[in-house]
T-cell receptor
Framework: RKEVEQDPGPFNVPEGATVAFNCTYSNSASQSFFWYRQDCRKEPKLLMSVYSSGNEDGRFTAQLNRASQYISLLIRDSKLSDSATYLC??????????FGTGTSLTVIP | GAVVSQHPSWVICKSGTSVKIECRSLDFQATTMFWYRQFPKQSLMLMATSNEGSKATYEQGVEKDKFLINHASLTLSTLTVTSAHPEDSSFYIC??????????FGDGTRLSIL
């Protein structure tokens, strides 16, 4: 079983829509959680860390459910510029990270 | 925010050449640096984890004699692809991390071996 699993998509949504991605992890000892975005042929960039109480950054909301071992990312009022691949990353030890395969999002005009 | 610089961004060279890629953390001291490769439409694949002053830890299936990693200081790690062949063509990305902070990625090196 993979350490981190994501639905690869693709998700094709109209501009202004709300879209949510989930990511499940298998190791209950996972310490920290992150969402990165990766544009085509570019490096991943940190979008946000995910905190136990959930956190919001503008149109983006991240949540963590330790009991069910999943994290989610909600994007409200989608923009064309949100089109990218979203990577779920889980940190298990101090320098041991696991990446999901990424979820592809295309926002359509 | 944290900045990680990777150089060169694009390399095209002949088969048999050795290629060196540098990864620098510009505004912080990286306790750990990671090297990844990524094939088109695939996820990042961790190659090795490198701590300053110690030998890199390679992932299973990654040849340490083929992919030489040097982490001489807290701000610089290098990856040398020795005697590169066309199958080594890929997107190589480094990342750097300080303490318990998230990883920050360099902008990647696109390697094409002819």
């Amino acid at each position: 079983r993979k350490e981190v699993e994501q639905d690869p998509g693709p998700f094709n949504v109209p501009e202004g829509a709300t879209v949510a991605f989930n990511c499940t992890y298998s190791n209950s000892a996972s310490q920290s959680f992150f969402w990165y975005r990766q544009d085509c042929r570019k490096e991943p960039k940190l979008l946000m860390s995910v905190y136990s109480s959930g956190n919001e950054d503008g149109r983006f909301t991240a949540q963590l459910n330790r009991a069910s071992q999943y994290i989610s990312l909600l994007i409200r009022d989608s923009k064309l510029s949100d089109s990218a691949t979203y990577l779920c990353v889980v940190k298990i030890l101090s320098n041991q990270f696991y990446f999901g395969t990424g979820t592809s999002l295309t926002v359509i005009p | 925010g944290a900045v990680v610089s990777q150089h060169p961004s694009w390399v095209i060279c002949k088969s048999g050449t050795s290629v060196k890629i540098e990864c620098r953390s510009l505004d912080f001291q990286a306790t750990t640096m990671f090297w990844y490769r990524q094939f088109p439409k695939q996820s990042l694949m961790l190659m090795a984890t490198s701590n300053e002053g110690s030998k890199a830890t390679y992932e299973q299936g990654v040849e340490k004699d083929k992919f030489l990693i040097n982490h001489a200081s807290l701000t610089l790690s290098t990856l040398t692809v020795t005697s590169a062949h066309p199958e080594d063509s890929s997107f190589y990305i480094c990342s750097a991390m300080y303490s318990n902070q998230p990883q920050h990625f360099g902008d990647g090196t696109r390697l094409s071996i002819l």
